[in-house]
């Protein structure tokens, strides 16, 4: 059995990745950051996942993001914006991906693993610089460059299954593999019960997913 990586944050894109890993026959070890964001519930929402879908390991690395600010997710003086707009949003966390990934490389080299697999989606997304293909390219080039597994000719792989799904064929693939996304919390700015403001981009977007699949929406609303 091959070993994966997966980044799991609490949120519905996450756990489909999580379910599609180990429906790939992937033994998974996940990894969570508490990286100074609005909400905990996430991190929380992030263990129950992990434990429902049966995975090896769960850990969460502390993250100082907040001490670099710049986001409406981890400074508390940035209005969360709860309507559309053009162009990338407050909400985008400087380079979080960058640095989640390249802690996850090191934790692939650490357990032997294959792949590395995050939940990033370049079709009903943000608009997130750090979710695009290009992005994903240029890591997958670095992660051959910079460790020794990928110097020695065994470079790990990352893992994109979600990149170009709509958030409804998202949750269609979910519901196929048997996930319960009642255990997951995608709000930006959910209280500690993991109860969603059904206001933020990720509400708008988690709900529309629903509302296209033709399923249930399970997500708990304050």
């Given amino acids: 059995m091959n070993t994966a990586v997966v980044l799991l944050s609490g949120g519905l894109d996450s756990a489909t990745c999580l379910a599609i890993a180990r429906d790939r026959g992937y033994r998974c070890h996940t990894i969570a950051f508490d990286y100074g964001q609005r909400t905990r519930s996430e991190l929380d929402a992030a263990a129950r996942v992990s434990a429902a879908l049966g995975a090896e390991s769960h850990r969460v690395i502390e993250l100082g993001l907040g001490t670099i600010g710049g986001s409406a997710l981890t400074d508390h003086d940035i209005e969360v914006p709860e309507e559309g707009g053009d162009g990338i949003p407050v909400t985008y966390v400087p380079a979080r991906n960058t640095v989640f990934l390249s802690l996850a490389l090191g934790l692939a080299e650490v357990v032997d693993a294959e792949a590395i697999f995050i939940g990033v989606n370049a079709v009903d997304y943000s608009g997130y610089p750090d979710c695009r293909p290009e992005f994903i390219d240029a890591f997958q080039n670095l992660a051959r460059l910079a460790t020794k597994a990928g110097v020695e000719g065994h470079p790990i792989e990352i893992a994109t299954p979600l990149m170009h799904l709509s958030k409804a064929d ?34 708008r977007l988690r709900r529309q997913g629903f509302e296209e699949a033709l399923v249930k929406d399970p997500t708990v609303y304050r």
């Fill in 170 to 203: 998202i949750i269609r693939r979910g519901i196929d593999l048997g996930l319960d996304y009642g255990l997951t919390v995608s709000c930006y700015q959910a209280d500690e019960a993991g109860r969603a403001c059904g206001r933020c981009d990720s509400c």
